[in-house]
């Protein structure tokens, strides 16, 4: 859609990871995930990479750090279980992304957003894996 031009000018993308806490790390055997030393960081650097990621990707644009912040106020283990950063691109556009280890339970709490001038893109996956289009043209239409 960005492509052909059914997107129009983005304004801002949401990319939101938010995972089951970090005992599934130690029940795995995998307690290495949750020291700096081993894992390099906690939520952000294992789950929030995708964000990073997915921004460079759809924008085709080297983002900059404008805010960031991060909480280890649920698990109180030396890698954060919960971050937040706000990107911008050189055009303008503000990408959101958040990742975390805090989801209660088992599942996650997933969300993918692209907010344009001539649509609104959700990632979705009621139904199967699709796109949901918002846009004067395409009344919630989806996308495989």
């Known amino acids: 859609m960005r492509e052909k031009g059914e997107l129009g000018a983005i304004s801002h993308i949401l990319m939101r990871f938010n995972q ?19 894992a390099g960081g906690g939520a952000l650097l294992n789950l929030g990479i995708h964000g990073f990621d997915i921004c460079r990707y759809i ?31 050189p055009s303008g556009i503000v990408f959101l992304n958040e ?14 957003k692209v907010a344009a001038e001539k649509a609104v893109l959700r990632a979705t996956r009621s139904g199967g894996e699709g796109v949901e289009v918002d846009s004067p043209i395409r009344r919630r239409a989806r996308r495989r």
């Open 59 to 89: 924008t085709g644009e080297e983002p900059h750090v404008v805010a960031a912040v991060t909480s280890h106020a649920i698990h109180k283990r030396e890698v954060e279980d919960y971050a937040h950063v706000t990107l911008r691109t």
């Open 20 to 38: 089951p806490g970090v005992q599934r790390y130690i029940d795995s055997g995998s307690s290495w995930m949750l020291t700096k030393a081993e």
């Open 99 to 112: 990742a975390s280890y805090t989801y209660p339970t088992n599942g996650s709490d997933q969300e993918r």
